[in-house]
C-alpha cells in the first residue's frame, strides 16, 4: 500500500508566487578590520579600532556579498581583499579566524530585490547542504533550520517549492513564498563546481583553507 503524499503546510497555502529565483553562496566583505580588545571592549573601542580593508571590484549584493557567480573571472579581485585582511591580522597579532572575514552562506535572490540569506550558516560546510537538498524529487520537507530568533523552511509539493523565513520568537513571517522548483535544481551543479573551484582557488593562494569549516 502506497503512503499518502505528504500534505501542504498551511502556512504555504499564503504565499507568494515569485520567478526568476537564483541560488548561490554569498562571501561576506568586511570593510573594516577591527584590531581592539577581544572581551570587555567599550561600543566606542568597537567603533573606533579599525582600519579600512581593501574592496573589491565586485558588485555587492544586499550591501555585504559578493556572489561566487560574480566572482567568476575576478578571482584576483577577492584575493586581494583576502590578503589585506591577513595582512593586518599579521600587523595587529591577531587571529583572522575570529570575526566574519571568511564567513560565506547560501544566498536565494530574484530579479525583485528579493535577498535571503542564513544568518546562522557561516561556511561552506553548512551552506553546502541547503544547495545540495534542492536536488531532491522527493515531495515534503526539504530543508528547515531554527536558531536564535530565526527560523526557515523549506518544502516541495506538485513541483513547486515553498519557502518560509520568520522569527519564531516574535512568530513574525519575513517571506513566505513560492517558485518553481525545476529551474532551480538544474542550478545546483554548477553552484556547486563554481563555488568549490573558488574555495580551491583561495586555499592554493593562501596556503590555508578558511572558508569550508573556519578551522
Known sequence: MNAAPP????????SEPVDGVRIDIGFVISTTFYYGPENDFSAAQWEALREPLAQPAIPLVAEH???SADCVGKEDELCRHYRDVLDKAARHGKDPRRGAYFWNRPVVHAPGGLVLSFPWHDHFIDGRLFIESLQTSEAGEVFSYYEQGWEFDLHLYEETLYMREGDPDSGATHHNLRFAHAPVKTQVPGVMARVEALIARLTR???????????
Do not use: I, K, S
Not at 500534505?7 to 499564503?14: R, S, T
Not at 590555508?208 to 578551522?215: M, S
Open 7 to 14: 500534505e501542504l503546510p498551511e502556512w504555504a497555502q499564503q
Open 65 to 67: 556579498f559578493v556572489l
Open 205 to 215: 593562494e593562501f596556503g590555508r583553507d578558511y572558508w569550508n569549516t573556519g578551522h
